[in-house]
Antibody, heavy 116, light 108 residues
């Protein structure tokens, strides 16, 4: 079956750029009509949608993060990625990659801590 | 931007019916999805498009949506239902996806 796996640094310094990758196994990021999303959850808090990229490459971002977010698709590696610039401690969270809206498939999540 | 309002907590006795609300302006005109999240785990979709249930989700879970309120109903509540629940809406490709703030269900 299709599985999603997040990867990337668990610690990022303030003002730097957070970069995460979601590897899709058992399926293709370019097949079907899926929205590939990033969602985050600060410790002890609720879910926050960051943005998505459509299989065609179209993106849509959370307005509150739009100026700092880039989501891209790498069909050759069957991955999609998140870049969040100028991070602060408020960006510390578990970051999930996910497929579809509604979301039937989630990655396990990866904790990213912003700290010097 | 569109705001979804959930009560932070809902309490219910075992075996009774829990109702978790999700408020939003004219939410009845939108499609609402509900997720259950256990501690340390990714969320799981329990209701989609207002009232449909994914395969594997017990019939005890149901949903409705009308006016300014969508509701997740959990019948015959069990101890294992004592986790967090989130509503979500998304209108179209040009709109952001929005989550509610989440509700913690407490089984008394």
């Amino acid at each position: 079956q299709v599985r999603l796996q997040e990867s990337g640094p668990g610690l990022v310094k303030p003002s730097e750029t957070l970069s995460l990758t979601c590897t899709v196994s058992g399926g293709s990021v370019s097949s079907g009509t899926y929205y590939w999303s990033w969602i985050r959850q600060p410790p002890g808090k609720g879910l926050e949608w960051i943005g998505y990229i459509y299989y065609s490459g179209t993106t849509n971002y959370n307005p509150s993060l739009k100026s700092r977010v880039t989501i891209s698709l790498d069909t050759s590696k069957n991955q999609f990625s998140l870049r969040l610039s100028s991070v602060t401690a408020a960006d510390t969270a578990v970051y999930y990659c996910a497929r579809g809206i509604p979301i039937l498939l989630w990655g396990q999540g990866t904790l990213v801590t912003v700290s010097s | 931007s569109y705001v979804l309002t959930q009560p932070p907590s809902v309490s219910v006795a075992p075996g009774k019916t829990a109702r978790i609300t999700c408020g939003g302006n004219n939410i009845g005109s939108k499609s609402v999805h509900w997720y259950q999240q256990k501690p340390g785990q990714a969320p799981v979709l329990v209701i989609y498009f207002d009232s449909d249930r994914p395969s594997g989700i017990p019939e005890r879970f149901s949903g409705s949506n009308s006016g300014n309120t969508a509701t997740l109903t959990i019948s015959r509540v069990e101890a294992g239902d004592e986790v967090d629940y989130y509503c979500q809406v998304w209108d179209s490709r040009n709109d952001p996806v929005v989550f509610g703030g989440g509700t913690k269900l407490t089984v008394l």
